[in-house]
């Protein structure tokens, strides 16, 4: 049972233009998200997070918007360029308890055309 | 944030054979997690490692096939033991940061079993 769900197995944009990674998740015990990068033959790299008690957070030319009703959260690149090339796995954890686990999603990867 | 140094960076094993997996951190951390990634899917959580305890293991995780070592709060050990082609993955160490910066991860070990 997938508690995190990226649909899109890719995504394919030009550069410039705007790219949209969707994540869905089913447990609504999840107060925060965050989103990660991984280029191959590393480790993934934390990009961007955001807490259940905000719907968006924003850091240069990435947002992250959470939509709680919906389970959804989205990331946004703009304007995207070719380095941001890369898989980006959305994950999401429940800090209630005490619970360090993070749950990821399989990934999206983004590939940026010059 | 802190630097993980991980490794190997890839091995090509004999099934029934063991590895162990090294992942030394920059600073002290409480807490170290292990991750895996089978081909296609998502990150998966194997254990959570503290300083001065046993290693708590995920449900279908278990010591005997995934023992853990802590022996201070910079450094800690995986070994995959008695392995098979199943066991083929990329393995992660992870450390958390303060939450504005989330989880850090090593940059993985690449284990073929053949």
């Known amino acids: 049972d997938q508690q995190v769900k990226q649909n899109s197995p890719s995504l394919s944009v030009q550069e410039g233009r705007i790219s949209i990674l969707n994540c869905d998740y089913t447990n609504s015990m999840f107060d925060y998200f965050l989103w990660y990068k991984k280029y191959p033959a590393e480790g993934p790299t934390f990009l961007i997070s955001?807490?259940?008690?905000?719907d968006k957070n924003e850091d240069g030319r990435f947002t992250v918007f959470l939509n709680k009703s919906a389970k959804h959260l989205s990331l946004h690149i703009v304007p995207s360029q070719p380095g941001d090339s890369a898989v980006y796995f959305c994950a999401a954890g429940a800090r209630q308890g005490g619970s360090e686990k993070l749950v990821f999603g399989k990934g999206t990867k983004l590939t940026v055309n010059p | 944030s802190a630097v993980i140094s991980q490794k190997p960076s890839r091995d090509i094993c004999q099934r029934g054979t063991s590895l162990t997996i090294q992942c030394q951190v920059d600073?002290?951390?409480?807490?170290m997690f292990w991750y895996r990634q089978q081909p296609g899917q998502s990150l998966t959580l194997i254990a959570t490692a503290n300083q001065g305890s046993e290693a708590t293991y995920e449900s279908g995780f278990v010591i005997d096939k995934f023992p853990i070592s802590r022996p201070n709060l910079t450094f800690s050990t995986l070994t995959v033991s008695n392995m098979s082609p199943e066991d083929s993955s990329i393995y992660l160490c992870?450390?958390?940061?303060?939450?504005?910066?989330?989880?850090?991860f090593g940059s993985g070990t690449r284990l073929t079993v053949v």
């Open positions: 992870s450390v958390r940061q303060p939450l504005f910066y989330g989880y850090t």
């Open positions: 955001i807490s259940s008690i905000k």
């Open positions: 600073s002290q951390v409480t807490m």
